[in-house]
Structures are given as C-alpha cells and as structure tokens.
C-alpha cells in the first residue's frame, strides 16, 4: 500500500507528501481554498504567467522542508519525528490565512495580519486534529527551545522564502529571480540551537540576497502591478462607503459580511469560529465577481475603477526618489475634477501618492548567520568582505488615470 501522495509540480517535478496528517490538512476545506488565491496578487496584469497560488506555495515550501530536515539529519542535528511532522505542519499552514489577491487586501478587507490568521486557523485545526498540532503552533510562533525550527518556518533563509523566490521567477518568467535552492539548503547546519550557513555557501547566500531585491522592484513593486493593486483597494474601500449608506451589493454573503463591518484582532480571537468560517469562504472569485457586477453599477465612481480593473485600462503610476511636490499633486487633482466631474473629495479615490521600500539585507530580523570551517560563527553584516547593502530604498509615487491630463 503506498505510503505517500504523489504529485507534479511544475518547479521541482515529482514530490510527495506522506499519507496521515499532513495529507489530512492538505484535503482539508481550509487548504483547499489556497487553490483560489493567486500568490503574487494582481502580478499576472503585468506577467501573464503569474497565476499560481498559495496552494502550489505551500506544497512547495512542504517539499523544501522535507529536503532540509533529511540535509540537517544528515549533519547529526536531533531532530525527531514528531519535530520534524510539526514544522512540516508549520510551513503547510504558514500562508493559510491569506485573504483574496494574498497581501493586497490585507488591510482593507480586516485589519489583521496574514500571520495571526494562520495562527487562529491552526488553534482550530488543532482543536479538530485533537491537538495534533500543538508541537506544530508552538514552533511556528517560536516559543519551541529548538530556535532552528521556528528559523525554518520564519527567518532570512526560511523555505518560505526559498520556495516563492524560485517559484515566482518560474511563473513569471523574470530570470533574475532564479536562485541556487538546492545548495543554499545542503550548506545550511545547526549551532548552538540557531540556523547558520556553512561558509562554502556564502556566494549562493549573497545571490539570494540579490535576486529578492531585484524580484521586489521587477515584480513584487513594479509600477504597473502596484497600480492595479492600489485600484483594487480603492474599489473596495469605496464599496465599502456605499454599503454603509444603505446601498446593496449582488455580491457573496462572505463579502457583503466584510464590507458591512470591521473587524480587528481582538474580534477574531473572541469571535474567531464565525469569523473564520466566513473569512475562509472568501477568495479571489468573490472580488472579481464583485468587480464584474460592479463595473455597471450606478456609482460612477465604483463603476470606473471596477472597469478599469476588470477590462485592464489601468491608473498611471510614476515612481520618484523624492516627494511629489503638494502643488504639482494638486494640479492634478484639479485637472481630474475639471475632466471627469467627481468631487474633491471623490478625486482621492482617482488621485493618490505613497511610498514603497525595500532593502537588500535586513539587521533588524535575526540576521543570517556563517559558520567557519574555525567553527566560529558571524553574523552576515560583521562578515566585510562580503558587505551586503542594509539600508532601505525608499521610492514615492504618484497615480492617477491615464489619459486624462
């Protein structure tokens, strides 16, 4: 009788997952979801290929932590069999609470982060599984004495991250996103209970440093991308305005529930079996259906920037090192009313400026660590002669509707 579930996935070819638990959460309604949740968002506007999901993410992620736990074994690092089921679990479950378009509408739909979700859908699986996933909740909120493992769920070099820089490049087909996974995790090891890099990987460490910058500003923040993005928040939170006037939306229960209410952290814990069921009813078809009903709604307004999301006639956004000046966002803001007759205060829906920012390599978060053949271990910042840039690139924007001025 086979032992494991096969599949092909388009990355990394043929993988498994082992029948029991780890297959029962991935059959579960909770997961299954993640097929409908696009993993980069709106990306596939600028990308076409760029339609996979939080779905292909999490088996990929799965299948990166089974190479790393057999890799780190290998070392002689104690990892048992029950720890190496729970932070299987861990990475399964780590993106089971995105909402629809995935980051996107984090803030707008709720105010709560992706990461507490996925907290709150586990304390319920685990009440569900009988607690069979308690090793699993305590290492991905790192309160498990092995550090190394929370690192692996969460950290600089997490499978997380090793699975959507490789899968991303993959999808949307931007070279420069490719990154050596495979030796990144056979020169990963174990010291004094923390994740380090064997010193022979540092080159493959610096080109992962690289490829994430660069996938940031080509794919993750590039301009078109963020224009869709922004108008996609616009249309809700002007949806939003209008339901709580009284007016009503031929959209999923799910959404017209969210739309009628806010909900904060504090609600989804006290709350958290109602809320999650309706939160886990939502996905990507409910906005875009919505968006498509929208687009002929009577609100001009809503109906334009539904329009332009569901047809792609999409805002222009101007990125800049510095500020916008306020006269020049003003003009444009004048120019819009004067061409398209909404009010000033309407015209912020269509008018709006903001800023984005990355870095190479961040000091703040447990920074990754190298270990030399000495046995000393650095931290990648104190490493000199592979000094890797730390300080935040911060770009402003404009956006606007093409066209009009």
């Known amino acids: 009788m086979a032992t494991t579930k096969i599949f092909n996935d388009p990355v990394y070819g043929f993988v498994s997952i082992p029948y029991g638990i780890l297959f029962d959460l991935v059959e579960h309604p909770y997961f299954q979801r993640l097929r409908q949740i696009k993993q980069v968002s709106m990306t596939h506007y600028v990308y076409p290929g760029a339609l996979h999901t939080r779905f292909h993410h999490a088996l990929g992620a799965l299948h990166l932590m089974t190479q790393v736990i057999e890799v780190l074994k290998g070392k002689n690092i104690d990892i048992s069999d029950s720890e190496a089921e729970a932070v299987c679990i861990a990475i399964l479950l780590h993106d089971i609470g995105h909402g629809p378009f995935s980051h996107t509408l984090e803030n707008t739909l709720i ?7 996925s907290n709150l859908f586990m304390e319920q699986l685990n009440e569900e599984f009988e607690g069979r996933l308690s090793l699993a909740i305590q290492i991905f ?50 010291k004094d209970g923390e994740l380090v890099v064997e010193e022979k990987g540092i080159y493959s460490i610096e080109k992962f440093l690289i490829a994430r910058r660069l996938m940031y500003w080509q794919v993750y923040l590039h301009k078109t991308v963020l224009a869709v993005e922004q108008m996609l928040i616009r249309m809700l939170q002007r949806a939003k305005e209008l339901t709580r006037s009284g007016v009503v939306f031929n959209i999923s229960p799910s959404l017209d529930f969210f739309l009628h209410q806010d909900f904060s952290s504090a609600d989804f814990k006290s709350n958290r079996n109602i809320l999650l069921h309706h939160f886990a009813l939502l996905d990507d078809v409910d906005i875009m259906a919505a968006a498509k009903y929208m687009m ?11 329009k332009g999301i569901v047809q792609r006639k999409l805002f222009k956004l101007i990125f800049r090192n510095d500020p916008f000046d306020s006269n020049y966002v003003q003009y444009v803001k004048d120019s ?27 000091t703040s978060k447990d920074e990754i660590k190298i270990l030399f053949k000495s046995g ?16 935040i690139v911060t770009k402003h924007y404009l956006c606007y509707p093409k066209g009009v001025i």
Do not use: C, W
């Open 336 to 362: 819009i009313v004067k061409s398209t007759g909404v009010t000033t205060e309407e015209v912020n829906y269509l008018v709006f400026t903001g800023t984005e920012s990355n870095r190479t390599y961040s």
């Open 141 to 190: 909120n790192d309160q498990y004495p092995k550090k190394f493992l929370h690192q692996l769920v969460s950290g600089q070099l997490d499978m997380d991250r090793m699975d959507y820089l490789n899968r991303d490049s993959f999808f949307t087909g931007v070279s420069e996103g490719v990154i050596g996974y495979d030796r990144i995790i056979k020169m990963l090891n174990v």
């Open 296 to 306: 002929h709604h009577e609100d001009k307004l809503l109906a334009y920037l539904a």
């Open 111 to 117: 105010n709560v982060h992706h990461e507490e979700l």
């Open 376 to 391: 000393e271990v650095r931290r990648m910042s104190q490493v000199q002669e592979y000094n890797m840039q730390s300080n």
